[in-house]
């Protein structure tokens, strides 16, 4: 009985040391990257994102909890401004600080996540003017924990959060075409 016990232990202590080993080697790095065609000037595009005021009409994370609180600072839009959430267990607790506006061209923002877990990423969307039409560029990237590398091996990250950023993207297009 007790070979048995000492079998198992040292099974189940083979399989952590494995599992440990996997996860440990994952990539630190990541980005996820989504892009959409719009049928507006950059102009009209980039304010889309540009102002935090305007971001409730078509993120992807704005309708999870129709009581979330949102606390939007600093100026109406570009460099400085900020947009604190605090929602249900679904949308979390974070916050996003407008790093970099070079308009019509890049938004650069500090993503930190605060609940239900804790990181800190940076979001980028790019613009560029093709044919009269607008191509936005909506990337996250960041380092990944030992936690998220070990998460990342049951979820797909890319494709769960890459699905949001096709919903939001689909969203700002509707929203910006439809101002036509």
Same mark, same amino acid.
């Given at each position: 009985?007790?070979?048995?016990?000492?079998?198992?232990?040292?099974?189940?202590?083979?399989?952590?040391?494995?599992?440990?080993?996997?996860?440990?080697?994952?990539?630190?790095?990541?980005?996820?990257?989504?892009?959409?065609?719009?049928?507006?000037?950059?102009?009209?595009?980039?304010?889309?994102?540009?102002?935090?005021?305007?971001?409730?009409?078509?993120?992807?994370?704005?309708?999870?909890?129709?009581?979330? #609180? $949102?606390?939007?600072?600093? &100026?109406?839009?570009? !460099?400085?401004? =900020?947009?604190?959430?605090?929602? *249900?267990?679904?949308?979390?607790?974070?916050?996003?600080?407008?790093?970099?506006?070079?308009?019509?061209?890049?938004?650069?923002? #500090? $993503?930190?996540?605060?609940? &239900?877990?804790?990181? !800190?990423?940076? =979001?980028?969307?790019?613009?560029? *003017?093709?044919?009269?039409?607008?191509?936005?560029?909506?990337?996250?990237?960041?380092?990944?924990?030992?936690?998220?590398?070990?998460?990342?091996?049951?979820?797909?990250?890319?494709?769960?959060?890459?699905?949001?950023?096709?919903?939001?993207?689909?969203?700002?297009?509707?929203?910006?075409?439809?101002?036509?």
């Amino acid at each position: 009985m007790l070979e048995y016990f000492l079998y198992a232990a040292f099974a189940l202590a083979a399989i952590v040391v494995v599992f440990l080993i996997v996860v440990a080697m994952q990539p630190t790095d990541f980005r996820i990257t989504r892009s959409a065609v719009i049928s507006a000037p950059l102009a009209e595009v980039f304010g889309q994102v540009n102002n935090f005021q305007r971001w409730e009409a078509w993120s992807p994370w704005a309708k999870l909890d129709p009581d979330m #609180k $949102l606390t939007i600072a600093g &100026p109406p839009a570009g !460099t400085g401004a =900020t947009y604190h959430w605090v929602g *249900n267990s679904k949308a979390g607790e974070g916050r996003m600080t407008l790093l970099e506006s070079r308009p019509n061209e890049l938004i650069q923002i #500090k $993503l930190e996540f605060i609940k &239900p877990f804790v990181a !800190t990423n940076t =979001t980028e969307f790019s613009f560029k *003017n093709e044919a009269g039409k607008t191509v936005v560029i909506w990337s996250m990237f960041g380092k990944n924990s030992f936690m998220l590398k070990a998460f990342g091996l049951m979820m797909n990250m890319d494709k769960m959060v890459g699905r949001d950023f096709e919903k939001g993207l689909a969203s700002m297009k509707s929203v910006v075409e439809a101002k036509k």
